[in-house]
């Protein structure tokens, strides 16, 4: 591998453990420069997760052995396509995320907010690099626990309530983790996940019930991570009760389980595994398809703007995933396209919500006819373009995302039931956004007198960050050639995974398939 | 087999224990429950890479065979991250406790209703 390229794979996951630590350790009472850091930082990623992106774009799968310790028996960290568009992703919405904490100062609630932040990267960026399936648990474990200690940042009684369930929850996750771990190694005697591919194209019919079955408990867990319905309970309560940065933070980790769906389905479970090939796609289906519903509909029964952005969360998780879970090429390349789409947008939607709450001070974001507040013209623009992108009109990327997904997904069998759910969604959503909008601008213009205008820090700047979002999203929909080419072309890349497992176990090993 | 039999019904018990243990409806016996399901989780591991007696893990020049040291490696990394989690839950408990004024994991006390 190109030495340039292998360091930039591990100062993704180096850099914001030390700048992380750095902060914890030097700067805890220096705000102003522990700021510059984590900013820095979350510069410094984007800028690597481009150059490792325009690397991949050219089709190579680079394998680095931390410790120079070889594959199967070291950890390495591998980059494709895929791993470099999250962390693409990951770095642009963590870029947005920090900068709006800081200006809005919510860094300031609590301590620590910037080293938790470090370590939230190092997890998720270490997740989406990781070639080994132990390792994936580990930075799950990494980027889980800085979640924990961001999602109760502020504090105040709900936001602890909402965090032992959410705790809780994960820690009954991540023993299941284990135990689908610990099936797959008992019966293939391998963690690295190139060699578990091989391992399991190759293994007798006696064993594959009990691969079958550790694969199925893994995405369980995944299925845990993605809010996938019926596990989907934690995510609301968690969501509405966090800081809205957090939670825009948070948009990426139930990708991170979409992410670790795709990558052992393609890969571990592939077309080469035989009997197993692609073994939970009929699983997912059925639970992505009820996921996308029970999101939509959850829109009406939320009573606050958070609460429904963190239903939107669910509802477009559940349309990506019945996308991913057709495992067709075809379809794969689309849903990539919205998982970048639904991130961004739903992050975009947490911050719009956060900034219209603020302004109407004891009204918050509840669902109530209140009368007008400061920038309200402004704000129900910005509410309307983040709405139109969650829910996926024209002319933002979610609508380009849907139809390329509905078209992906034609030739399945299933594809009548996709198209169903989807469309009438889609619907759905449009009603019950318009109608908390009309109640929140439209509703409330009517109302006499006005909020009184506060001095809120970061009037201006907290705006600009979420138009910012925004504006990704219309980036998205005016590069969606080269962006959808990408996409597509990490599709095929995932469907042909003798190149990662040859990138990992060297060239030797592609003859022993 | 005795062994085999021992090892797996103790995980066994060790896992409906904390099941039903992390249904309850009150946090200390959720992090009982999440202790007992990372203890049988522990065992659990270091049985996957089958049980055998009297061999060592790692190179030994009298030995003949050995036991397979890497779900050791992964136990003793389970143990750590369950055991910091574990004291990272009771924490959290106890001041969700002082906050809220109840121990329920809902955080609302029997009976009382959703406003």
Redesign the interface.
Known sequence: MNPAISWLVVAAVILPTVLGSISLLALRHRLALSRLVSIGSCAALVVIAAALTVHASGGATESYALGNWRAPFGIALVLDRLSALMLLLTAVLALAVMIYAVVTGVDRKGWHFHPLFQFQLLGLNGAFLTGDL?NLF?FF?VFL?AS?GLL?HG???GR??A???Y??IN??G??LF??G???L??VTGT?NMADMAMRVAAAPPGDQGLIAAGGLVLTVVFALKAALVPLHFWLPGAYAATTAAVAALFAIMTKVGVYAIIRTGTLIFGEDAGALAFLTGPWILPAALVTTVVGFLGLFAARTLREMAAWSVIGSTGVLLSAVSVFRVEAMGPALYYVLHSTLAAAALFLVVDLIAKRRSEHGDALTVAPRFQQSELLSGLFFLAAIGIVGLPPLSGFIGKLLILDGVRAAPEAAWIWATILITTLIGVLAFARAGSRIFWQSASVEGAIPVRALRGRRGGVVVAAGLLATLAALTVMGGPVTAYTEATATQLFSPQQYIDAVLGETAGGRR | MTMELLVASAIAVLTAAGVYL?LRGR?FP?VLG?AF??Y??NL??F????LVINRPPIYDKAAEAYTDP??QA?VL??IV??F??TA??VV??L??FL??GTDQ???REDGEVQP
């Open positions: 132990f580990v474990e626990i924990y109760l504090q105040g009684a602890l309530k965090g032992v369930n705790v809780v820690l009954v991540s023993t284990l135990v771990v610990g099936l190694y008992g963690l | 992390v946090t959720v999440l399901l990372s049988a989780i659990f591991l049985a996957m890479g089958r890497l779900p992964l990394t389970a991250i369950a910091g989690m990272f839950v959290l408990a001041r969700t906050e809220t994991v809902d955080g």
